[in-house]
């Protein structure tokens, strides 16, 4: 599964550590669902597809998967990642330099509770397994609002743990058995470890759609994926 918020009071040096083996580590933990999790993030974010050429807000972008994944489904348009990691952030400018992208990409440093860019100055806004351990949800969550345009898109995709049913029950066997111990054991880092924990706090769907709600935001959808293991929250700025 994907690792825990980067964007915390010392997230960056934290997740700076494992940054080298950080996509590896995604790609086996979530039994490489990751990807297709993105694919629906992007899809979300991007939709509709007419209009002009637009520029859409990574945040916590990370190594920059979700970027690169709106950036291979919309060629005119252009993202701003941000992250508060410094070797995450050179880690996705090697990605962007090798599919040359770096004149579609622009990374920057900084934190979901205070991003650095104007009022109204983005068409869409996205946030893949970034949101769970921000300290203030809010106020990122009115971050994100706040420089979006009316209207653009606000995407926010976040692990969660099943609640439901018989395949709910093996992901969450899963998720608090097998995962912390094989995410310990390949990482040797405390971010994963401390990743269960994180997922169980995170709150149910429609109290984290409340709060998009609370924010600024107007939700349009709520998708449970692989029963629940993750969220798609998809909303609008006001």
């Not at 609002?145 to 093996?170: D, F, M, Q």
């Amino acid at each position: 599964m994907e690792m825990p918020d980067r964007i915390r009071p010392g997230g960056g040096e934290m997740f700076d550590s494992i940054a080298p083996r950080y996509d590896f580590l995604n790609h086996v933990l979530s039994l490489g669902a990751d990807r297709h999790w993105r694919f629906l993030a992007a899809s979300a974010l991007l939709f509709p597809r007419e209009g002009q050429p637009r520029r859409i807000l990574d945040v916590a972008t990370g190594t920059g998967d979700l970027a690169f994944a709106v950036l291979s489904r919309d060629l005119r348009c252009r993202v701003v990642g941000v992250d508060p990691s410094p070797k995450m952030l050179a880690i996705a400018r090697q990605k962007a330099a090798q599919r040359a992208l770096t004149s579609r990409l622009e990374l920057c440093s900084g934190d979901a509770e205070t991003l650095p860019f104007s009022d109204h100055s983005f068409d869409g806004a996205g946030i893949a397994f970034g949101i769970r351990n921000v300290p203030d949800r809010l106020r990122a969550l009115g971050q994100m609002a706040r420089v979006c345009k009316r209207g653009g898109r606000i995407v926010v995709l976040e692990l969660a743990e099943p609640r439901a049913g018989l395949l709910g029950a093996a992901a969450r066997f899963y998720i608090r058995h097998v995962l912390p111990h094989l995410a310990a054991m390949l990482s040797h880092s405390s971010p994963y470890r401390y990743l269960q924990t994180s997922m169980a706090a995170f709150p149910p769907a429609d109290e984290f759609a409340a709060l998009m709600t609370q924010a600024g935001i107007d939700v349009l959808a709520v998708k449970r994926l692989m029963f629940g293991a993750a969220v798609l929250f998809v909303g609008e700025a006001r």
